[in-house]
């Protein structure tokens, strides 16, 4: 299940919970490309929980953040743990994908409203 | 990882930093194995799809990836398309015709192949300018049982690093692994389709469409079926809550009479049989159904489904019953014409007898004058008989007694020869003089002469024949009497040849072919037989056939 928060009409929060794999990456999918067609160009992926990113979870990412950027927003993981930002390094995507930790988008964002 | 939901692997593709390229290619096909063995409890193939162009993309750190697909059994043309990130919204792809003549020029042999690596200039001209100009980098078939089902095309990668040899390899083994259980997934999913499929064809039927299995246990209607149900059934509307019950209560008796033993008894005796029409009745009203009966060649190992369509005729039997009550209308016209006609021919008659009588009698001849006046009282009483049979034209009836056909004959000629209408027609009589008696109804037998030989007169006058001729003859042989009337008027065309002495037939410019209502009544009447030889332009032979 991915809940959704939105903050204002450019950003939205979407939190995928305890995993993002093959049971709910087409479902992350779904709800990013919903959130970009009514028009929220900045996605944060709230990782704070996640444990278990699969390659399905990353390929669902993958998918959508062109769309996000060619809006001029981004999609942008945050509070993601030790673990998923490993696998990221792995994959060589930390230089791609826009990793930051939750004070930061607190900042930029203001999350505390919503949470 | 101890909160890891439950169910949720820790093995994943990528959660662990592949050393060795052997030891990532174990890694994937463990996630690929993972991925099959969930969608195997449930072969949603949209779904598995989808997912798996995902964990490639995951895998590959690519964002766009497609898979396009022939549709089993619809030939080249029918594709379905899945794809990830820009290439989802691609018509360049889901359009590609990947037929296996372009797609085997397209690998020319390779299990995959890099695109920037094939030289355009010398062969494959077809898909891949369109798949390079979507950005798709590598494609690699979907090879099953020796059948091309598709191919898979993955996009450049988001580090824009190139693809190695080995990760090509392991690209490779991951959908040679997985191309078996894509495949009888998408056959599920397919089978899934072609029933939705048939449903909405059964459901777009007006006919009421109910199958029953071996059991006689209602096992799936459709939505002309359910609206016939609920007409006599009211309360229940989902089709779910009648499958399962047996003949007899998706057709009760108080409704539809004794239509389930007859369909038993049809079904004991074959199945199949033609339409047969039924009226249900209903509260308010009753309707009427045609109902045919056929048999499915499928069922189960106690016998094969009983399939009973149910057509609602209703309509077209009130239709019916309007246009019978215009008809009976109708038929009143046409005797009143008839009648007429018919009167014509006796006035006809009375005016031929009184000018020869008048001749006669200026000429001083009182015999012959009394003989035509006679014949005058003869034909007056006949005109009161035919008065009197109209009284009673529901029961038309032929007096039969014994009489000579020839004699009748000559009173019938005898009596046209001073009409006007034959002062240039030159009338032949060849008769059989050992012609046995006949049982006829003379008086009815001379106005089926008087019909024909009128005809006969206006077809010469209407051929314009200087050399008009009219024969009547006869002669028997053991079992019949033969009467032969011919004419050199204009003849009758083939096409209407054998619609003669039906009714409302005409082949007169002016004329209504009523006359021919009469003589049709009469020859039925005698239980004669008529034929009719004729050639354009040549005129008419009619003969009948009397018994004796």
Redesign the interface.
């Known amino acids: 299940m991915i809940s959704e928060k939105r903050l204002g009409i450019e950003t939205i929060v979407l939190k995928p919970?305890?995993?993002l794999?093959?049971?709910n990456?087409?479902e992350m999918?779904e709800a990013i490309c919903k959130a970009q067609g009514e028009g929220f160009k900045n996605i944060i992926l709230d990782m704070e929980e996640l444990?278990?990113?699969?390659?399905?979870?990353?390929?669902?990412i993958?998918?959508?953040?062109?769309?996000s950027r060619d809006m001029g927003g981004d999609i942008v993981l945050c509070g993601a743990g030790d673990?998923i930002v490993?696998?990221l390094?792995?994959?060589?995507?930390c230089?791609?994908l826009t990793i930051k930790s939750k004070d930061e988008v607190d900042k930029q964002y203001h999350m505390q409203e919503v949470n | 990882m101890n909160d890891v939901p439950e169910g949720h692997g820790q093995a994943t593709a990528v959660t662990e930093a592949p050393k060795e390229p052997l030891e990532r290619r174990l890694l994937a096909l463990d996630a690929l194995s993972k991925l099959a063995r969930q969608f195997s409890a449930k072969p949603d193939f949209e779904h598995l799809m989808s997912v798996l162009l995902m964990t490639l993309c995951g895998q590959f750190s690519v964002g766009n990836a497609v898979a396009i697909l022939k549709r089993p059994h619809s030939g080249s043309c029918g594709r379905t398309f899945f794809a990830t990130g820009r290439f989802r919204n691609s018509s360049g792809l889901a359009g590609l015709d990947i037929s296996s003549e372009s797609c085997s020029a397209l690998m020319g042999g390779q299990s995959s192949c890099k695109l920037k690596d094939l030289d355009l200039s010398d062969r494959h001209s077809g898909i891949i300018p369109v798949l390079r100009e979507q950005g798709v980098g590598l494609v690699c078939p979907l090879i099953h049982d020796d059948d091309l089902l598709g191919i898979i095309g993955i996009g450049d990668r988001v580090t824009g690093k190139e693809f190695d040899r080995e990760e090509v390899e392991l690209i490779v083994a991951i959908i040679d692994t997985i191309t078996p259980f894509l495949a009888n997934t998408y056959l599920f999913w397919e089978i899934g389709r072609l029933n939705t499929w048939y449903l909405d064809i059964l459901n777009s039927v007006k006919q009421g469409v109910f199958v029953f299995d071996s059991s006689n246990r209602l096992k799936k209607i459709n939505t002309a079926g359910l609206d016939i149900y609920q007409t006599f059934t009211p309360g229940i509307s989902d089709a779910g809550k009648i499958c399962g019950k047996p003949i007899e209560q998706v057709f009760p008796p108080h409704a539809f009479g004794g239509l389930v033993p007859d369909v038993m008894t049809s079904k004991i005796a074959g199945g199949s049989a033609g339409a047969k029409s039924f009226v249900a009745r209903g509260k308010n009203a009753n309707r009427v159904y045609n109902l045919r009966l056929s048999e499915s060649r499928e069922g189960d190992e106690n016998g094969t489904d009983l399939i009973m369509t149910l057509d609602d005729i209703t309509a077209q039997r009130e239709a019916e019953e309007r246009l019978f009550n215009l008809q009976q209308l109708a038929d009143r016209g046409v005797m009143a014409s008839a009648i007429s006609h018919e009167l014509r021919n006796f006035l006809g008659l009375l005016l031929g007898g009184l000018e020869l009588t008048q001749v006669a009698i200026t000429r001083g001849e009182g015999d012959k004058a009394d003989e035509h006046i006679d014949k005058l009282k003869s034909t007056v009483e006949s005109l009161e008989k035919f008065a009197s049979g109209l009284m009673d034209y529901n029961k038309f009836e032929v007096d039969k007694q014994t009489s000579s056909l020839n004699g009748v004959i000559g009173d019938v000629i005898s009596f046209i020869s001073g009409q006007q209408r034959f002062k240039d027609i030159t009338i032949t009589a060849d008769l059989d003089t050992d012609l046995p008696e006949v049982m006829i109804d003379a008086d009815k037998i001379a106005q089926l002469l008087l019909n024909l030989l009128h005809n006969g007169a206006d077809a010469i006058l209407e051929a314009g024949r200087s050399d008009g001729e009219i024969m009547v003859g006869t002669f028997s042989d053991e079992s019949e009497v033969v009467l032969i009337i011919s004419d050199n008027g204009t003849g009758v065309s083939p096409d209407i040849k054998d619609s003669l002495f039906k009714k409302r037939l005409t082949t007169k410019k002016h004329g209504h072919g009523y006359g021919l209502v009469t003589c049709a009544s009469i020859i039925e009447g005698h239980n004669a037989t008529v034929t009719v030889d004729s050639e354009p332009g040549e005129g008419s032979v009619f003969t009948f056939r009397f018994p004796v």
Request: cysteine-free; aromatic content about 2%; proline content about 0%.
């Open positions: 919970g305890k995993a794999d093959n049971t990456a087409h999918t444990q278990l990113l699969s390659s399905a979870g990353v390929g669902s993958l998918g959508t953040v062109e769309i673990k490993h696998i390094e792995v994959l060589d995507l230089d791609y």
